[in-house]
C-alpha cells in the first residue's frame, strides 16, 4: 500500500499551524494541539503524522474493507 503523499505545513508566528493536502487546505491546528502536532512531526514521518491529525488516513482503503469477510452482510 502505498504510503501518504502530498501534505504540508507551516508554523505560523501567531501559533497556528495550517496543514495542507495537495494544496487545499486540510486543517488548521491552535494551541496545545499546534505543538503536540510539531513534535510528532518532527520525530517522525511527516506525511504519515499529518495524513493522521487531518483524518486522510483511510484513502483507498474502503473499497477493500468493504469486501473482507468481517464485513459481510
Do not use: C, I, K
Not at 12 to 37: E, I, M, N, S, Y
Not at 41 to 59: E, I
Amino acid at each position: 500500500m502505498p504510503g501518504a503523499h502530498g501534505f504540508t505545513y507551516e508554523e505560523r508566528g501567531d501559533g497556528t499551524v495550517p496543514v495542507h493536502h495537495h494544496g487545499r487546505r486540510a486543517a488548521v491546528l491552535r494551541g496545545a494541539r499546534a505543538a503536540q502536532f510539531l513534535r510528532e512531526v518532527t520525530s517522525g514521518d511527516a506525511q504519515l503524522v499529518m495524513a493522521r491529525w487531518t483524518g486522510n488516513y483511510r484513502r483507498g482503503t474502503e473499497r477493500t474493507a468493504r469486501h473482507h469477510p468481517r464485513n459481510a452482510r
